[in-house]
């Protein structure tokens, strides 16, 4: 059965304090691996998107890496604003407009 | 520009009850989605639609129905509303049809069904 995993489930980082994001998925024939952040009572807004293994895209302090069985996305040096839920979906080929969307990891970063 | 407008925010319904949430965008996306989100699980597709007049299910299609008459709504019905069906729902919509991941969210409606 295709599924994401995310982990860990919760992360507080202290203001500056760098770290990392776990997306790991099992899926047939990986056509795309999407990453998303969600601020609390508003929708996912979109962030990078991976192909490939070996490719990496990045966005302010914000880098996502891929390898044939899973994401991470750094957090370089981050500020308080960065604090949001951020998931992680894969679609497969054989999806069509499915989307398979992680549960998601909560970020919390202190000033 | 709005972008994905969702109505109405909050709602709450009796067990048996019917609802229709309305889903509006105005960037002339061909497609257009229905997620549910729920604690600890990730988004989970409904319905979507990929062009004006067409439907297609989801991952939890069952006790939903959609509609699509013209391009710019996409609308949800819940014919007669179970307790399971409390969940914060997301329309979101797309030029591409996903190939480039890039789906626009609404800012959700949270439905409470009693």
């Known amino acids: 059965e295709d599924q994401v995993t995310q982990s860990p489930e919760a992360l507080r980082l202290q203001e500056g304090e760098s770290s990392s994001l776990n997306c790991s998925y099992t899926?047939?024939?990986?056509?795309?691996l999407f990453w998303y952040r969600q601020d609390p009572g508003k929708g996912p807004e979109f962030l990078f998107t991976l192909y490939s293994a070996g490719e990496e895209k990045e966005k302010e302090r914000l880098k996502a890496t891929l390898t044939k069985k899973e994401s991470f996305l750094h957090i370089t040096a981050p500020k308080p604003e960065d604090s949001a839920t951020y998931l992680c979906a894969v679609q497969a080929r054989n999806y069509g407009q499915n989307f398979v969307f992680g549960p998601g990891t909560r970020l919390s970063v202190l000033p | 520009n709005a972008g994905v407008t969702q109505t109405p925010k909050f709602r709450v319904l009796k067990t048996g009850q019917s609802m229709t949430l309305l889903c509006a965008q105005d960037m002339n996306h061909e497609y257009m989605y229905w997620y549910r989100q729920d604690p600890g699980m990730g988004l989970r597709l409904i319905h979507y639609?990929?062009?004006?007049?067409?439907?297609a299910k989801g991952e939890v299609p069952d006790g939903y129905n959609v509609s699509r008459l013209k391009k710019q709504n996409f609308l949800l019905g819940l014919e007669s509303a179970a307790p399971s069906q409390t969940s914060v729902y997301f329309c979101?919509?797309?030029?591409?049809?996903?190939?480039?991941?890039?789906?626009?969210f609404g800012e959700g409606s949270r439905l409470t069904v009693l």
């Open positions: 979101a919509s797309s030029y591409l049809g996903g190939n480039t991941g890039e789906l626009f």
């Open positions: 639609s990929v062009g004006e007049g067409t439907t």
């Open positions: 899926v047939s024939g990986l056509r795309g």
